[in-house]
């Protein structure tokens, strides 16, 4: 096990902190740990009738637009599920009769302490879209039946999108 000595934010912006510090290992040396804190997010694989909605986005820091879940940051201590109606409504326009977490994981824990929780939202109505002011995004439908395809070509490149469509399948086996 391991525990901190000492830290320093190096950043503290909207969206993550980057924390720096001494962590003492269980045999007691001293080790130096970077890590990026972030509240955790959810995705949520919108299911209309015999298509998935996912939406396309440029992604700055991917270089290039990407296929992805509809999705988005938690804020504080909000409860994930709540976080996921909100950004189905926001970012695509529908809500869920019912939203069923499929999974939750760690990003990536070997640097940042988020993580994400994924709901399979089914019987969707729709509603009112509402992005955000920044976000630039289209939806898209995609067959259910072509998502094997999809993923076998690696037409998905996005983790939460991969993970969310495969444990969809997975269901739906």
């Known amino acids: 096990m391991e525990t901190w000595v000492t830290q ?19 045999d007691g040396q001293l080790v130096r740990r970077d890590m990026v804190a972030h509240h955790g997010g959810v995705a949520v694989v919108p299911v209309l009738d015999d298509t998935v909605i996912l939406i396309r986005q440029f992604r700055i820091a991917a ?13 504080g201590a909000e409860e994930p599920a709540h976080r996921a109606r909100l950004e189905l409504a926001e970012e695509i326009g529908y809500e869920a009769n019912r939203l ?56 998905i490149e996005d983790a939460k999108t991969l993970i969310g469509l495969r444990e969809l399948l997975a269901v739906l086996k």
């Open 100 to 155: 069923e977490l499929a999974v939750s994981y760690f990003s990536s824990a070997g640097f940042t302490n988020e993580r994400m929780w994924i709901f399979l939202a089914f019987d969707l109505r729709e509603t009112a879209v509402s992005p955000e002011f920044d976000e630039r995004i289209q939806p898209v439908q995609i067959p259910i039946a072509a998502l094997p395809r999809m993923l076998a070509h690696h037409e």
């Open 63 to 75: 270089g290039k637009e990407l296929l992805e879940l509809p999705a988005g940051r938690l804020e």
């Open 8 to 26: 320093q934010t190096i950043h503290d912006g909207p969206i993550f902190t980057v924390i720096s510090g001494q962590a003492r290992l269980d």
